[in-house]
């Protein structure tokens, strides 16, 4: 089945700088890659995703890359800001057939800004 | 629309004690899931089902047990509860093929097994 990696596990940033959170897939199949921000005691909610036809898709101050080649996708967030202080997890899923009712979610990142 | 229901909100159990957890939406979706999350260990996948009376394990589907008699109601069973399924529970549901739709995630059910 599929295996998500996340990398780093903590990250802490100044207000303002960018922040960088990656991973890894290891189903080639997969083509759907959500991130999802969890604030503490809260629900995850989905933030950005990103489709395998798409390299790159931006929504205001975060992005998300996709390089389908590597099996690798980013979320990328900037000037930072304290309440995007959360814990972040990227997923992935299909399209169509095989595990398309599910997400397999990487491990998640604690994403700290600080004023 | 209250979106997806889980209650209770909180919840302590005697080990060997059983329980179930409730999941509710009003949205008309086919697909449910439930997902348990741990320290360090994202979200894991424990059951899921793709319409009323089909269900099937996920990941980490032992201990427990679910059922899908009604489209809108999918409940999480502890056999008998173990200090291992103190966790977090989240339920989840999407109208079809979670690529295109994305989870609609409850609130949470966080469970402490003693």
């Known amino acids: 089945g599929e295996n998500v990696e996340q990398h780093p596990s903590t990250l802490s940033v100044q207000e303002g700088d960018s922040a960088v959170i990656k991973c890894t897939y290891s189903?080639?199949?997969?083509?759907?890659f959500p991130w999802y921000k969890q604030e503490l005691g809260k629900r995850p909610q989905l933030i950005i995703d990103?489709?395998?036809?798409?390299g790159e898709k931006k929504d205001q101050r975060i992005a998300v890359t996709l390089n389908k080649t590597a099996k690798h996708f980013s979320l990328h967030i900037t000037e930072t800001q304290p309440e995007d202080s959360a814990v972040y997890f990227c997923a992935a899923s299909m399209l169509s057939g095989g595990s398309n009712y599910k997400l397999t979610f990487g491990k998640g990142t604690l994403l700290t800004v600080n004023p | 629309n209250a979106g997806v229901t889980q209650t209770p909100k909180f919840q302590v159990l005697k080990t060997g004690q059983s329980m179930t957890l409730q999941c509710a939406q009003d949205m008309n979706h086919e697909y449910m899931s439930w997902y348990r999350q741990d320290p360090g260990m994202g979200l894991r996948l424990i059951h899921y089902s793709v319409g009323a009376g089909i269900t099937d394990q996920g990941e980490v589907p032992n201990g427990y047990n679910v059922s899908r008699s009604t489209t809108e109601d999918f409940p999480l069973r502890l056999l008998s509860a173990a200090p291992s399924q103190t966790s977090v529970y989240f339920c989840?549901?999407?109208?079809?093929?979670?690529?295109?739709?994305?989870?609609?995630f409850g609130s949470g059910t966080r469970l402490t097994v003693v």
């Open positions: 189903d080639s199949a997969s083509n759907y």
């Open positions: 990103i489709r395998s036809n798409v």
């Open positions: 989840a549901s999407s109208p079809g093929t979670v690529g295109f739709y994305g989870y609609t």
